[in-house]
């Protein structure tokens, strides 16, 4: 234990030491944690033994945050290694083990153009795109049911039908209770109209009996209307010579005063006879004559028809004479004529108010209003006895048949289950520091280890949501992949594998990223080349043929990265391995150089110089060092 936090307290010393020479202000977590830095010179030591160690020496939770979050695959990632020297035990048996035993070979690879993701990885559990129970709000017995489970249906299609006489009759019911409703409201909103007090015949209003304000009981009289534009005459006429005319024929009728002639018609014939003085059997004639202005019921005359005389004269009569009457009681709040005025049928004479009345229509109304809302609301339950399939799917669980009987007294009742496959979905969960990488619209590339087809699946991301879910100080949030063409055999339940690509460098130069070597340098395959300033690979000296090359670099996934500049595709490069010595250890290299010969009582950032009796902490190592 002891040596591994010795290791990994050089090797943060060392990548902050590169990161002051490069002029980058850098924390050493920052350059070991991947941190996605495009054409920076960053290096990183893949110390896993060290790390855990590290891990092992710290506080409880110190360490937890950073272990649980999801990283990005960066883009620059360059394996360096922790190559400890002599000051103590622990130093010797750390160089003892990548030096003395340890043996160190190279590969050469050639510069190709090939494509460089930047992705993230997630997985989920496959979801139906839309599901639903099916249900009964109703009882009563099952009397048909048309499906079985893994049937396809229609939304619409009749998947049952329950007994419903009894929700019939209570139909019928509501119906006629309907009828009598609107029945009553009918004849309430009569009795609304008779506050309007109107004439029932033509003629001219001779005398009104009522003024504004005043209160009147149903049968009052409000006024009096007269009909003198046309006066009829009664008389007699023998009743033998009645037979010689009849009812439309011309009259000649004779004031009595002036023997002015006036023409008239007989508009009726009395069929019952009657005995005058004298004995005369007669027959009364009524004989209509428009008023030229001056007849009044006070002048009298006689009439001729086809020459046969009147037995006697009678006065004149108006053809019609009556007294508007009120048929609702209230107070006349207008008149709506004066004496003298011509009314016609239906004219209103005076407008009445009755709060009772008004009463009474409202509770009429709203009574009808209640006996439609419960008619309707009969009449749907009723459609609830058949019972259709709410969406397109498949049935993938039923759970009632032919026979059953539907009890809802503890709520509804489910009868199937019905799965929407025409697309899939599910939500994968990430990490607050990759989130913001994602966006809807990205493609997704899924695979699922349940499928004997192991080819990956398109899915998109139709949802990212801003609703984040924290736990032991990390945040993540849930975002929704959408499949729109499934393969067969993805089923609902599934775990599937996402990754979203978040960048990509297309048709990139690639190299392996074990070729980049310290200062972003590469070496390349020359033949003419010599080392002649002795370059050290991993502690081992480059043999001749290979010419140091600065490039730029790009994104990078697990195995290659991008060279931007420097690098032509075709270059062979010189790659370093890592060997395990007798002991089965693995240990690194620093990048492009030496073993790391550091000076004596160089500065390590508070651990002491080294190697000669150096300080650890202000402890002594063994050979000089010291530990607390």
């Known amino acids: 234990m002891l040596f591994q936090y010795t290791a990994l307290m050089i090797e943060r010393e060392l990548i902050n030491q590169h990161g002051r020479e490069q002029g980058l202000k850098l924390p050493f977590e920052k350059l070991r944690g991947k941190a996605p830095w495009k054409g920076k010179r960053l290096f990183q030591g893949k110390k896993k033994q060290n790390e855990e160690a590290a891990a092992d020496m710290a506080p409880t939770g110190a360490h937890s945050k950073k272990k649980k979050r999801r990283k990005l695959k960066k883009k620059v990632v360059i394996p360096v290694a922790v190559v400890l020297l002599a000051g103590g035990w622990g130093v010797h048996h750390i160089l003892t083990a990548g030096g003395a035993d340890g043996t160190q070979t190279y590969t050469e690879s050639e510069a190709v153009r090939q494509d460089i993701q930047l992705t993230l990885s997630a997985t989920?559990?496959?979801?139906?795109?839309?599901?639903?129970?099916?249900?009964?709000?109703?009882?009563?017995?099952?009397?048909?049911?048309?499906?079985?489970?893994?049937?396809?249906?229609?939304?619409?299609?009749?998947?049952?039908?329950?007994?419903?006489?009894?929700?019939?009759?209570?139909?019928?019911?509501?119906?006629?209770?309907?009828?009598?409703?609107?029945?009553?409201?009918?004849?309430?909103?009569?009795?609304?109209?008779?506050?309007?007090?109107?004439?029932?015949?033509?003629?001219?209003?001779?005398?009104?009996?009522?003024?504004?304000?005043?209160?009147?009981q149903a049968g009052a009289t409000i006024a009096d209307v007269r009909d003198s534009s046309v006066m009829e005459l009664v008389v007699p006429f023998n009743s033998a010579e009645v037979e010689n005319f009849g009812v439309g024929a011309a009259a000649t009728v004779t004031m009595d005063s002036s023997f002015e002639t006036l023409s008239g018609t007989v508009t009726a014939i009395d069929a019952a006879e009657t005995v005058l003085d004298g004995y005369q059997i007669v027959k009364y004639v009524t004989i209509q004559v428009s008023n030229p202005g001056g007849l009044s019921t006070s002048s009298t005359a006689s009439a001729t028809v086809n020459g046969i005389a009147s037995n006697q004269g009678?006065?004149?009569?108006?053809?019609?004479?009556?007294?508007?009457?009120?048929?609702?009681?209230?107070?006349?709040?207008?008149?709506?004529?004066?004496?003298?005025?011509?009314?016609?049928?239906?004219?209103?004479?005076?407008?009445?108010?009755?709060?009772?009345?008004?009463?009474?229509?409202?509770?009429?109304?709203?009574?009808?209003?209640?006996?439609?809302?419960?008619?309707?609301?009969?009449?749907?339950?009723?459609?609830?006895?058949?019972?259709?399939?709410?969406?397109?799917?498949?049935?993938?669980?039923?759970?009632?048949?032919?026979?059953?009987?539907?009890?809802?007294t503890n709520g509804q009742t489910t009868l199937a289950v019905i799965y929407d496959l025409s697309y899939l979905t599910f939500d994968i969960s990430l990490d607050e520091l990759d989130v913001n990488e994602v966006e809807v619209g990205q493609?997704?590339?899924?695979?699922?280890?349940?499928?004997?087809?192991?080819?990956?699946?398109?899915?998109?991301?139709?949802?990212?949501?801003?609703?984040?879910?924290?736990?032991?100080?990390?945040?993540?949030?849930?975002?929704?992949?959408?499949?729109?063409?499934?393969?067969?055999?993805?089923?609902?339940?599934?775990?599937?594998?996402?990754?979203?690509?978040?960048?990509?460098a297309a048709d990139a130069v690639a190299v392996p990223i074990a070729s980049v070597q310290r200062g972003n340098t590469v070496y390349v395959k020359d033949d003419s080349a010599k080392n002649t300033e002795n370059a050290m690979v991993g502690g081992v000296l480059l043999p001749d043929g290979w010419r140091a090359v600065e490039v730029e670099t790009?994104?990078?996934?697990?195995?290659?990265?991008?060279?931007?500049?420097?690098?032509e595709p075709g270059d062979i490069v010189y790659v370093p391995e890592v060997q395990r010595n007798s002991s089965g250890d693995e240990f690194g290299m620093l990048p492009g150089g030496d073993m790391g010969n550091m000076p004596s009582g160089s500065d390590m950032g508070g651990m002491g110089g080294m190697p000669s009796g150096g300080g650890m902490a202000g402890g002594g190592m063994p050979g000089g060092g010291g530990m607390p």
């Open 124 to 216: 989920g559990t496959i979801e139906p795109a839309n599901q639903y129970s099916v249900t009964a709000s109703v009882q009563g017995e099952v009397l048909s049911c048309t499906f079985e489970e893994g049937d396809e249906v229609k939304k619409g299609d009749v998947m049952y039908e329950i007994d419903s006489s009894d929700a019939e009759s209570s139909v019928e019911q509501a119906q006629l209770s309907l009828q009598q409703s609107q029945n009553s409201y009918s004849q309430t909103l009569e009795s609304l109209d008779d506050l309007n007090v109107t004439s029932k015949k033509s003629g001219m209003i001779t005398e009104l009996y009522v003024e504004v304000g005043d209160e009147v």
């Open 554 to 567: 790009g994104l990078s996934d697990d195995s290659y990265i991008e060279i931007t500049s420097g690098i």
């Open 314 to 408: 009678a006065s004149f009569t108006y053809r019609s004479e009556s007294t508007i009457t009120s048929d609702a009681s209230g107070t006349v709040t207008s008149l709506k004529v004066s004496e003298g005025a011509q009314v016609s049928p239906g004219t209103v004479i005076a407008v009445l108010s009755s709060s009772s009345v008004e009463q009474q229509v409202e509770s009429s109304r709203l009574s009808l209003a209640q006996q439609q809302l419960s008619y309707q609301n009969t009449v749907d339950k009723l459609d609830d006895y058949t019972i259709t399939a709410p969406i397109d799917g498949t049935v993938i669980t039923k759970n009632t048949k032919v026979g059953d009987t539907l009890d809802t």
């Open 443 to 504: 493609a997704v590339n899924i695979t699922c280890d349940s499928l004997t087809d192991t080819a990956t699946i398109e899915g998109v991301v139709t949802k990212v949501s801003v609703a984040g879910t924290t736990s032991n100080g990390v945040t993540t949030y849930p975002v929704t992949v959408q499949i729109d063409n499934p393969p067969e055999g993805l089923l609902p339940g599934m775990n599937v594998d996402a990754t979203i690509v978040v960048d990509e």
